[in-house]
């Protein structure tokens, strides 16, 4: 809402008198037109709001490329571990998210539990070293899991992606972490 001075301007004008140069007359009418702080920034305080929640949201409606083929599906995988070797959990489960046909927020939960765990874990078992892909095992042509190795400095973590092909892409079916080192070596 804009104030203004009563007067020769009439209401509702943003104006004031302008103070007299030397040497000028003084004329009633001379105004110099001023707005207020508010009148700048008003309009922009107003969009900022909207104009960010749209900017957090475009990464979530971009088109992320369908995952047509198994080696689309390991290649996921092989971001997710570039990721998880990083710390970067959040990240690593932000790439599966748009192929997992799960419902945002338990994801979300998901990744809150994994980090707090790993937090907890993280004397444990050591820093990250890296990674290393184990194998990969296929039930027919619809369904493919790949089995990961996270090196951590005083003991490995398996890491397991599973994906199930339904009418022409691949989704995320499953993706879990564990201690159980012993299976790594079963077929």
């Known amino acids: 809402m804009r104030r203004g001075l009563l007067g020769a301007a009439g209401p509702g004008r943003n104006c004031a008198p302008s103070a007299p140069r030397a040497g000028a007359s003084v004329r009633p009418l001379n105004f110099t037109v001023r707005r207020h702080f508010e009148d700048y920034y008003m309009p922009f305080t107003k969009l900022l709001g909207p104009t960010l929640a749209l900017l957090l949201a475009l990464p979530c409606n971009a088109a992320t490329a369908p995952l047509q083929t198994k080696q689309d599906?390991?290649?996921?995988?092989?971001?997710?571990?570039?990721?998880?070797?990083?710390?970067?959990?959040?990240?690593?489960?932000?790439?599966?998210?748009?192929?997992?046909?799960?419902?945002?927020?338990?994801?979300?939960?998901?990744?809150?539990?994994?980090?707090?765990?790993?937090?907890?874990?993280?004397?444990?078992?050591?820093?990250?070293?890296?990674y290393a892909f184990v194998r990969e095992d296929a039930v027919g042509d619809f369904l493919v899991r790949y089995t990961y190795v996270e090196k951590r400095s005083k003991h490995p973590l398996r890491w397991t992606f599973t994906f199930y092909r339904g009418a022409s892409q691949w989704t995320v079916d499953a993706a879990s972490w564990d201690d159980k080192v012993s299976e790594l070596f079963s077929p």
């Open 73 to 130: 599906a390991h290649a996921l995988a092989e971001s997710v571990m570039k990721l998880v070797a990083a710390d970067k959990i959040d990240d690593a489960f932000g790439l599966l998210k748009p192929y997992w046909p799960m419902a945002s927020s338990e994801l979300d939960m998901l990744v809150m539990k994994t980090v707090t765990l790993r937090n907890t874990v993280g004397d444990r078992f050591g820093p990250t070293l890296g």
